[in-house]
């Protein structure tokens, strides 16, 4: 098989990258390397949970009253544990743990990145072999470096955010990450262990075909949203009926419209006042690489990204996806 020597690999572009800021310091490089690094490693488990011994719940349950996959707290602890090896992280904020991790140690106090993810994103997939994904978040600390890092480093806006990116576990593996300097996707060669620049520059469609939505929620959610969801699926649509996809992974749902075009949205509903997606390790991340990209992104009455955080797992109605479908989707909910 040839070789993807046309293709560039991540380091190598993280370090192209770099060498474009001449006062760059080669962390936040270093640190999206790290993260490839631990994709690689949640990957290479995710490929073999049937047979090896990591399917199935762990017996607890996570923060959110959810029942703990064993991949979730293997997932977890890669990502940890690569981090706080490296010395590009001062600490991290998960879905899996109620309390932030500051790894409080001479390297780490002296970096001056923190990171918050949710390590499997569509948990309930894992034990049918249907896709689930990694998230993450990378913030400029706002405490003082060579001090360890403070819950205040992980309650910042969204706008603040200086990467975000996923991991996703599909077909292939891709990784996909956003700085202010654009989206650029990576799919993981499984042979030789190496992340190849796929899908460059990537930039959401203004309109498509999709919308993502929970239809179990039909009736317990506004009526203008309602409303809106009939209107996709009207042959009125000037896009025709669209397609309802729904994968049970928001990173899966968001990914195939930044592919494609649509919207996924899991709004407040009867049960969840608050909808379902938490804003600092879900919404965040998608809603920035969703706004380089030139999609949109909000929660139902503002920019997502202008929401300031309260506590690092606080929920919050999230719509996200091509912005022409997104204007037409507050259209009706301003109605
Ligand atoms: P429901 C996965 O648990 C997740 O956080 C998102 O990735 C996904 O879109 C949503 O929850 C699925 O939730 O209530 O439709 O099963």
Not at 48 to 59: Q, S, V, Y
């Amino acid at each position: 098989m040839q070789q993807n020597s046309q293709f560039m690999t991540l380091d190598e572009f993280t370090i192209q990258q770099l060498r474009m800021f001449p006062h760059a310091t080669g962390e936040l490089s270093g640190l999206l390397r790290g993260i490839g690094l631990a994709a690689k490693r949640v990957n290479y488990e995710i490929n073999r949970a049937g047979i090896a011994d990591i399917l199935g719940a762990e017996g607890g349950r996570n923060i959110q009253g959810e029942e703990v996959q064993k991949l979730d707290v293997y997932a977890n602890n890669v990502f940890k544990e690569v981090l706080r090896a490296g010395i590009n992280c001062a600490g991290v904020a998960s879905e899996e743990d109620e309390e932030i991790t500051v790894f409080d140690d001479a390297r780490s106090n002296r970096s001056k990145y923190v990171l918050l993810m949710d390590p499997v994103d569509g948990s309930g997939n894992i034990d049918i072999n249907i896709t689930i994904g990694s998230i993450f978040s990378i913030y400029k600390r706002v405490s003082e470096l060579g001090k360890p890092a403070e819950l205040r480093d992980f309650l910042q806006p969204g706008t603040r955010q200086v990467a975000a990116g996923y991991v996703l576990y599909g077909s292939s593996t891709i990784l996909v990450y956003a700085t202010r300097r654009g989206v650029n996707g990576f799919t993981l060669d499984n042979a030789i262990g190496e992340f190849y620049l796929s899908h460059p520059d990537l930039r959401f469609p203004s309109h498509g075909p999709f919308y993502s939505f929970d239809n179990r929620y039909y009736h317990f959610i506004e009526e203008k949203l309602r409303a809106y969801v009939d209107f996709c699926i009207s042959p009125e649509n000037k896009s025709g009926p669209l397609w309802n996809r729904y994968y049970g992974c928001m990173v899966a749902d968001t990914h195939r419209n930044l592919l494609k075009g649509g919207v996924f949205f899991y709004p407040a509903v009867s049960d969840k006042p608050n909808g379902k997606l938490r804003l600092c390790y879900e919404c965040n991340p998608m809603a920035f690489i969703t706004e380089i990209a030139g999609g949109k992104a909000t929660d139902g009455n503002g920019r997502t990204l202008e929401i300031q955080p309260d506590h690092i797992h606080q929920r919050c109605p999230f719509f996200v996806g091509s912005a022409d479908m997104i204007d037409e989707l507050m259209g009706f909910m301003q109605k």
